[in-house]
């Protein structure tokens, strides 16, 4: 199973962004086991919902309305961006919260967090151990309910220079 991460370009205005965090996937897709043509997920949540039985019940290509293993692919395995792998039968994101997943500028690898609903961001489990202790509310839940596996970035998909990328920072006033 596999899905794409697509670098989101930087923006030089200097304001900071408040819109997904750069570097952050963007686009979720999984691997027809017929065909092996990709197919892209329309949301994060019916991705998850895929992931979560993949290994008893394989994603194929008709369980996507009007399409078929005979269809055209959706999008190409290539290095036009950059994928990652993601691992099978992962537990889906509880009710009211959000995972994310953002990509290290150096490309080595990508973190995982959880949003909880009061906004409280959650880096570990064993923040999500203690958030759950301390909202009685979200008593149904467990620390199981929550992965913080990340998933593989596929190298051969990255940039080849990377590692050398650095932002260049012009300065502004003064005359020469």
Same mark, same amino acid.
């Given at each position: 199973?596999?899905?794409?991460?697509?670098?989101? =370009?930087?923006?030089? !205005?200097?304001? =900071?962004?408040?819109a997904a965090p750069r570097n952050s996937i963007n686009v979720w897709s999984v691997q027809c086991r017929d065909c092996f043509k990709w197919r892209i997920i329309p949301t994060q949540e019916e991705y998850e919902e895929i992931r979560k039985k993949f290994v008893e019940d394989p994603f194929v290509c008709t369980k996507k309305i009007n399409v078929s293993c005979n269809d055209p692919t959706d999008m190409?395995?290539?290095?036009?961006?950059?994928?990652? #792998?993601?691992? =099978?039968n992962l537990p889906k994101t509880p009710p009211g919260f959000h995972r994310g997943l953002v990509l290290r500028k150096d490309f080595s690898k990508l973190d995982c967090y959880y949003i909880a609903p009061n906004g409280r961001k959650l880096? *570990?489990?064993?923040?999500?151990?203690?958030?759950?202790?301390?909202? +009685?509310e979200f008593? @149904?839940? !467990?620390?199981? @309910?929550?992965?913080? !596996?990340? =998933?593989?970035?596929?190298? @051969?998909?990255? +940039?080849?220079? *990377?590692?050398?990328?650095?932002?260049? #920072?012009?300065? !502004?006033g003064g005359s020469k």
């Open positions: 199973m596999k899905i794409k991460a697509e670098k989101t =370009p930087m923006k030089r !205005s200097g304001v =900071p962004r408040t190409e395995y290539d290095n036009s961006r950059v994928w990652v #792998v993601d691992k =099978p880096r *570990a489990g064993t923040e999500v151990a203690s958030f759950l202790k301390e909202n +009685p008593k @149904d839940l !467990s620390t199981s @309910d929550f992965s913080f !596996s990340v =998933p593989k970035v596929m190298m @051969d998909t990255v +940039p080849v220079d *990377a590692a050398k990328v650095e932002v260049k #920072v012009e300065s !502004s």
